[in-house]
């Protein structure tokens, strides 16, 4: 399952994914990663979340960006849950608007592979987003 969290900049969304996540933890049988653009909120974060800083790493596309989180699937086959703080910096969609859906569409179908639910953030209005993608949202700020 894909779930969005929408809403511009400053909005709140990462305090709510921080919220979401850390109470998330209390009741998971598998591990939790917590894929963000930074390393700023580790101290948020419980300690039994993995924080991956995806600026870290030298992604070109959302192409990459899902062949990423691929890898970091299939290292640990415990993931059941994965939030991206961020999106469309992480997935190198900022400039690429038109990408969203086909790369949402895309963690749709690993999500239903492997088994992974996935909570992502990101700065657009809910007006923006694709038709296909209005029943993914979670919340709308």
Same mark, same amino acid.
Not at 55 to 58: A, L, M, T
């Given at each position: 399952m894909v779930?969005?969290?929408v809403g511009q900049k400053g909005k709140g969304k990462t305090k709510y994914i921080l919220d979401k996540v850390n109470n998330a933890v209390r009741e998971a049988n598998g591990s939790i990663v917590y894929l963000?653009?930074?390393s700023k909120h580790m101290l948020e974060l419980n300690n039994k979340i993995r924080l991956v800083d995806g $600026?870290?790493?030298?992604l070109k596309n959302s192409d990459e960006f899902v062949g990423f989180v691929c890898g970091i699937i299939s290292q640990n086959r415990d993931i059941e849950q994965m939030y991206l703080d961020g999106f469309l910096k992480l997935a190198r969609l900022e400039d690429h608007h038109d990408q969203i859906t086909s790369c949402i569409?895309?963690?749709d179908q690993i999500?239903?592979?492997f088994?992974?639910?996935?909570?992502?953030?990101? $700065?657009?209005e809910k007006s923006e987003l694709d038709?296909?993608?209005q029943d993914k949202i979670l919340l709308a700020l």
């Open positions: 779930q969005l969290i963000d653009k930074s $600026s870290s790493f030298p569409q895309q963690l999500s239903n592979l088994h992974v639910d996935f909570v992502i953030s990101m $700065s657009m038709p296909e993608l």
